[in-house]
């Protein structure tokens, strides 16, 4: 059957409700008798505490409870972790201050204000010991993890490196650093808690992962997941701080359980800085080493990034190295160095996102030294097939990328000499990048129902982080159904609804809307069932296989059964069918990745050293795009990170006490109307019948990869200064 909805520029199914504020997110659920929590830290960055007086703070009027280590119940799963991603959480159970703004006490009051007004009177005592908090490759506790990324090996050989190396006639070996980067969401961390006795719990979150969530409340505190209900219909930006729970969560359920009255709780700005995680520093050496035709004979990925001394994440940023380019000999390797400080988290296209600048980086400094155009140097070493997985691709298209990124973007008229186009005092510089991010699935759930008006109500957990989940699985369902889009409505974020997986790896639509596509067609197959059964209905008795679907109808041989007809002679409000997906076995034979190509102009005063980005193109490679409209959103939107990530982004701690310094948007820079060109995004056709149940592969990450590495090739091509150590900063320049 002809897709009918599926690939149209549909507009978001949630956007009216959104703009005209009628969207109810965590925070702003309508709750009696709530109380208020507001979270206390700790102001010193490693050390005991001590104890803390609350004499203060509990003669505040409508303070109902100030908590703390000493009087906070035991909760039996404080050092619980209920998967690979999970964290470990600061719940008041303990004395040890691990890094600067760890929760310290929680102060539970009848208004806000109150709550606020206790929070600074509280008075800590600490015994505190100097922290550590600067990275470095020769730090003495580094060590070597045994995965990067949710999958994979910390290392990877293959060849013979010093081979390799020997054997080249040109040589690159540099260190480029990335620095720490925080999420800054538009909507801070917050949820609101109800209980309904002592063991049945619903949170009200904003949530990547509301799966993630119930597991890791009811691990806390002992009870039944099934007693734990977590609903986010509504994630204002998450960009993976939102994928795991945070001590924040299992404090405002302790909180609420406490006082035993529903609690709402949202963290301040300057707390999003160290209690949801952040984008660790990176410090990564990359060696290319090529022949005079500028075929790679090795490459070498280091990369070294920190964790927290308690817990464990890593920045797995040398893995795109192992399959981007055709190379015999190639090794990578990843190292942790564990800091007083919280731990670090997944944060939009994690270790891609990283890794691609100091390759990309490197790989424009190879096209420099071998006097060879960029692009031509990627196409000579264009990978025909994973040669780190020794596997075929899916699909790939990233050749196409390059031809018909570079043809609009206009990169024939790129000068390679630096400093040799400029308007007035500005110098004009062009660079490029290749992009890539891997097409990820994992099992979920979804159910679809038609109801007897004829309309279809299709339900699974997951969450909407504002991609556009909501549009695009109507859409999904429809084609499935045969029924126009417009009569579909879709349900999410709600763990009483069918299980999915969190919504972070470019993930979702490949996952839940597989299972949508299953779950539709299962119904489809159910109602054919019926009318073929049904010695009322005009198909009676014909062979299912020659029956089809199409706006609302079955119909074959001439002949005629609507949807509303078959629910109303069932004589059940509705039909309704069920299915489960799982990552498609045939995905084994394959290597799977979206790939893309990344352009640049940058205009950078002369003067001043000031760099603008002037233009941008990207080039993406996806499998099927599903909604055209929501999908140049989401290219748009890593594409206006990666601007950030080049040139602002930057978090800073002291080093004396640990502290986040910039710790509100007026210190620490993102990008601004002012800062972004008008961006141009081509979706490259692709069909890949490998990658899932609907050809589909995640967008909401590759377009922040490779494009930190197109600014900064551009400012040396533009320049003659290669900087390798972002954001790219005046001083730098000057």
Known sequence: MKDESVGRAIDRVDGRLKVTGKAQYAAEIPVSNVAHAVIVTSAVGRGKLLGIDRSRAEGVAGVLRVITADNAPKLPGAKTKTGPNDRLLQMLQEDEIHYSDQPVAVIVASTLESAQEAANLVVPRYAPTPPNVAISTTAPDTYKPQKAGPVGASESKRGDLDAGLKNAAVRIDETYTTPVQNHNPMEPH??????????????????????????????????????????????????????????????????????????????????????????????QRVVLAADRTGKLTAIQHESWSSTSRFDEFVEPAAVQTRMLYACPNVSTSHRLVPLDIPTPTFMRAPGEATGTFALES???????????????????????????????????????????????????????????????????????????YPARQSGASAIARLRRDGSVLVQAGSQDIGTGTYTIMAQIAADALGIPVERVSFELGDTALPETPVSGGSQTAASTGSAVKLAALALRDKLVAAAIADTKSPLYGLRADGVSALSGELSAAGKKDSFAGLVERSGQPEISAQASTKEKEERQKFSLHSFGAQFV???????????????????????????????????????????????????????????????????????????????????????????NEIGAKGIGEIGITGITAAIANAVFNATGKRVRDLPITLDKLI
């Not at 109800?194 to 979150?205: A, I, M, R």
Request: contains cysteine; glycine residues 10%; charged residues 25%.
């Open 190 to 283: 917050a949820l609101t808690v109800v209980w309904q006795g002592e063991d049945h719990v619903t949170l009200y979150d904003t949530s990547q992962g509301i799966f993630g969530v119930k597991k890791k409340v009811a691990a806390l505190f002992g009870i039944a997941p099934e007693n734990v209900r977590v609903i986010s219909r509504y994630v204002g930006g998450g960009f993976g701080c939102k994928g795991s729970p945070w001590s924040h969560i299992g404090l405002a359920a302790l909180a609420a359980r406490v006082v035993k009255r529903p609690v709402k709780l949202a963290l301040t700005r300057q707390q999003m800085f160290s209690l949801v995680g952040h984008r660790p520093p990176t410090i």
């Open 362 to 436: 490197a790989m424009d400094e190879l096209a420099v030294a071998l006097k060879l155009d960029p692009i031509e140097l990627r196409l000579r070493n264009y990978a025909e097939r994973d040669e780190g997985e020794d596997k075929p691709w899916s699909s790939k298209s990233l050749r196409e990328c390059y031809r018909q990124g570079a043809a609009q973007f206009g990169w024939n008229k790129r000068r390679a000499e630096p400093r040799s186009q400029r308007d007035g005092h500005y110098l004009i510089g062009y660079g490029m990048a290749s992009a890539t």
């Open 601 to 691: 102009e940058v205009r950078v005063d002369e003067d001043t050293g000031e760099v603008r980005v002037a233009r941008a193109l990207g080039a993406f490679a996806a499998g099927k795009i599903l909604n055209p409209k929501t999908a140049r959103s989401q290219f748009m939107g890593g594409m206006v990170w990666g601007i950030g990530f080049a040139l602002e982004e930057h978090t800073v701690r002291d080093a004396r006490s640990g502290r986040v310094v910039t710790r509100d948007l007026a210190d620490y820079h993102v990008p601004v109307h002012a800062d972004i060109p008008a961006l141009q995004v081509i979706s490259i056709a692709e069909d890949d019948p490998h990658v």
